[in-house]
């Protein structure tokens, strides 16, 4: 495992979780679900609408820790409730006919080794980034998004390097036999993706710079952390929650998935995306 660097703390994300939505700052707000199901039919008896029972019960489903770091009150759950839906309109506002910006993949959620994203977009040459490699690609939603966040980076005096996108299934699957080669299997699962579980597959995820943990030290990589999300660029490996993720901290990896649900994801989730992801997709399936 790499050494952390020196200015590990910058992405540590879970200072300010308790902040009440009236703060409306980017800290997470709590909801109160500890009266659980056994509550929700005295609720219903009572008139409470149909959303915010939906909405207790999918907080319910949750894991320990996610509801011991984003809970609410009960005066914040329409708050909540226009706050999702905004972030579902948004969602809607993307192409259909591929998966979701905000589609859930991780350890326990796939992809199929066939998948590819439509209408993959090279990055080649460009004044607005730099690229390592001449075999990148994005989704066209993500392109857009990286040469907005890029074009801001450059009026900062900064300009940002690409080096890592799209991968393959076929692509992962060597990558994650080379750690475990190198590493072994236990230490290779906490930095590589098996194959059908990277969000690289996507093909809106990307790793920046040198993809070490230097990377938090250097003027790109501290900028990316403070901007990224204005342009619906989300950190996805955060520092201290591998419990949650499934990976060790990974200064250089973002995802896309939309300035909205970036907002969403900072204001109600501790910053943190994994929750919010999952969140959505129990929602989905509620």
């Known amino acids: 495992?790499?050494?952390?660097?020196?200015?590990?703390?910058?992405?540590?994300?879970?200072?300010?979780?308790?902040?009440?939505?009236?703060?409306?700052g980017t800290g997470a707000v709590h909801f109160e679900v500890t009266d659980a199901v056994p509550l929700l039919q005295e609720e219903k008896d009572s008139g409470v609408s149909p959303e915010v029972i939906k909405l207790q019960n999918v907080l319910n489903l949750m894991s320990e820790r996610f509801k011991a770091e984003v809970t609410v009150s009960k005066s914040d759950e329409k708050l909540f409730l226009q706050d999702l839906n905004d972030v579902l309109q948004e969602e809607s506002s993307f192409r259909s006919d591929d998966l979701s910006v905000l589609y859930l993949i991780d350890k326990k959620h796939s992809v199929?080794?066939?998948?590819?994203?439509?209408?993959?977009?090279?990055?080649?040459?460009?004044p607005l980034?730099?690229?390592?490699?001449?075999?990148?690609?994005?989704?066209p939603d993500a392109y857009s998004a990286l040469n907005e966040l890029a074009g801001a980076a450059q009026k900062d005096g900064i300009t940002l390097l690409v080096s890592s996108t799209y991968r393959s299934y076929d692509y992962q699957k060597n990558l994650f036999e080379k750690w475990v080669r190198i590493d072994g299997l236990e230490e290779a699962e906490r930095e590589s993706a098996r194959p059908g579980t990277s969000q690289h597959q996507l093909g809106s995820a990307i790793d920046f710079g040198s993809i070490t943990d230097d990377f938090a030290?250097?003027?790109?990589?501290?900028?990316?952390?403070?901007?990224?999300?204005?342009?619906?660029?989300?950190?996805?490996?955060?520092?201290?929650?591998?419990?949650?993720?499934?990976?060790?901290?990974?200064?250089?990896?973002?995802?896309?998935?939309?300035?909205?649900?970036?907002?969403?994801?900072?204001?109600?989730f501790c910053g943190v995306q994994q929750y919010m992801l999952e969140f959505i997709d129990a929602w989905k399936k509620a």
């Open 112 to 126: 199929s080794s066939a998948y590819v994203p439509k209408d993959l977009v090279p990055l080649g040459k460009n």
């Open 217 to 268: 030290e250097t003027e790109m990589g501290q900028w990316i952390y403070e901007n990224a999300s204005d342009y619906g660029w989300s950190l996805s490996f955060p520092n201290g929650y591998e419990d949650v993720t499934g990976y060790r901290w990974e200064c250089w990896h973002f995802r896309y998935i939309g300035k909205t649900a970036c907002k969403f994801q900072n204001k109600w």
């Open 129 to 139: 980034f730099n690229i390592n490699r001449n075999d990148l690609s994005l989704r």
């Open 1 to 24: 495992m790499r050494i952390l660097s020196a200015f590990f703390a910058i992405f540590v994300l879970f200072a300010g979780c308790s902040k009440s939505a009236s703060a409306r």
